[in-house]
């Protein structure tokens, strides 16, 4: 019975993975296809989500980074600018060293902090957003390549049931054969 025949075979086997289109292989080669690194990794955090499901991934999504970087500028440059105010105006109204000065940059300082840990969670909720739906489509992608295996290795065990079939019709006239023959000699 040849390799190929074989519908049991892992899925990274070649008999296996030719029923697959080139860019959906596990190897190119001997080396893993961008594809497979890709799976790999959305399998990873599959189980990370499973794990843990109300947790955040450890980084924010490359797609949401330069935005977050963005916000928090303009909130940095924002809180600076209300803070030089502030300071302007206590030097103007002579009450540039009393409390009253104070306790504004401390007020201003403390807002700006605000802004920023709302636009990091605001980021975080996204990011674990966008990750959910990659994680979904990598399950759309799972089962497509299950069902496209799994017709394959239909293919192949049919394949298997009709060389078993032609080998018994072989066996059967080879032996019904020698059964003649030896009916002639008796």
């Given at each position: 019975m040849p390799a190929y025949a074989a519908p049991t075979q892992k899925y990274g086997q070649p008999q296996i993975q030719a029923f697959l289109p080139p860019w959906l292989r596990q190897f190119q080669g001997k080396q893993p296809t961008p594809?497979?690194?890709?799976?790999?990794?959305?399998?990873?955090?599959?189980?990370?989500?499973f794990a843990r499901p109300g947790g955040f991934s450890p980084n924010l999504s490359?797609?949401?980074?330069?935005?977050?970087?963005m916000e928090a500028e303009a909130i940095e440059r924002n809180t600076s600018g209300s803070m030089a105010e502030a300071a302007g105006a206590a030097a103007r109204s002579g009450t540039g060293s009393s409390g009253i000065a104070q306790a504004v940059?401390?007020?201003?300082?403390?807002?700006?902090?605000?802004?920023?840990?709302?636009?990091?969670?605001?980021?975080?909720?996204?990011?674990?957003?966008?990750?959910?739906?990659?994680?979904?489509?990598?399950?759309?992608?799972?089962?497509?390549?299950?069902?496209?295996?799994?017709?394959?290795?239909?293919?192949?065990?049919?394949?298997?049931?009709?060389?078993?079939?032609?080998?018994?019709?072989?066996?059967?006239?080879?032996?019904g054969g020698i059964s003649a023959i030896g009916g002639a000699f008796a």
């Open positions: 594809f497979a690194k890709g799976l790999e990794s959305g399998i990873k955090d599959l189980a990370d989500l490359e797609a949401i980074a330069p935005r977050v970087a940059q401390r007020a201003l300082e403390a807002s700006g902090s605000r802004e920023k840990a709302a636009s990091l969670r605001t980021a975080q909720m996204d990011s674990a957003q966008l990750r959910r739906q990659d994680l979904e489509k990598m399950l759309q992608t799972l089962q497509m390549l299950i069902e496209t295996t799994m017709q394959g290795r239909k293919m192949l065990a049919k394949q298997k049931e009709f060389e078993h079939q032609l080998s018994q019709d072989r066996y059967g006239r080879i032996v």
